[in-house]
């Protein structure tokens, strides 16, 4: 159980496009998904905290007309990028805290390996 | 599938040594990452090793890797309060032209009591 997945998982986009990546957890709701961006051999950084009917918490740096968050139900979140650029490349990936039993766990997805071209 | 697996729970005293296992199955990983959060907070890089290696120390943390076993365990010395936190294990999955993508364990919910 607790199964979060991505989709898609890999894409390759030409500069100035928008991209959307899909978070859903499979089989338990959440309250609460974060989005983290990953650069090769760095760390996760947190980028927004997303909860479900209200605006997406941005962390600092981060900017939230360029990476539009939507949690429209418990078991789905999406980051757009939008207007995609070369230094948009990243691995993304996104985590869900259920919203009953296990609350203190993020459960992880898979990722999504964003290019931009 | 690719699987990480790693005890939910560890409890310690201040000052003791803290040891947090991991077992993986991926084999060809060439990275494995070890990251910790702190209550609230996103996940932070401790460390990493590289494959080829056996150990890697980096002040009070000591990695350790049997690639033959698939384990990693991660040790923190003279363990404080501040260590508190949920530590993840995390592989690279060793795909070709995956590289950066990361295997997540649960977490281990560290606890040290004064």
């Known amino acids: ?117 | 599938g690719e699987d990480v697996e790693q005890s939910l729970f560890l409890s310690v005293r201040e000052g003791d040594s803290s040891v947090i296992n991991c077992t993986y199955t991926d084999s060809s990983s060439t990275y494995l990452y070890w990251y910790k959060q702190e209550p609230g907070a996103g996940l932070q890089l401790l460390t990493y090793i590289f494959s080829n290696m056996d150990m890697k120390q980096d002040q009070r943390l000591t990695v350790l890797l049997n690639k033959k076993d698939k384990h990693l365990s991660l040790r923190i010395a003279d363990t404080q309060t501040g260590d508190s936190a949920i530590y993840f294990c995390a592989p690279e999955r060793g795909r070709e032209g995956s590289q950066g993508n990361l295997i997540f364990g649960k977490g281990t919910k560290l606890s040290v009591k004064p």
């Open chain 1, 1 to 117: 159980g607790a199964v979060v997945s991505q989709h898609p998982s890999w894409v390759i986009c030409k500069s100035g496009t928008s991209v959307k990546i899909e978070c859903r957890s499979l089989d338990f709701q959440a309250t609460t998904m974060f989005w983290y961006r990953q650069f090769p051999k760095q760390s996760l950084m947190l980028m927004a905290t997303s909860n479900e009917g209200s605006k997406a918490t941005y962390e600092q740096g981060v900017e939230k007309d360029k990476f539009l968050i939507n949690h429209a139900s418990l078991t789905l979140s999406t980051l757009t990028v939008t207007s995609a650029h070369p230094e948009d490349s990243s691995f993304y990936i996104c985590s869900a805290v259920p919203l009953a039993g296990d609350t203190d766990t993020q459960y992880f997805g898979p990722g999504t390996r964003l290019t931009v071209l």
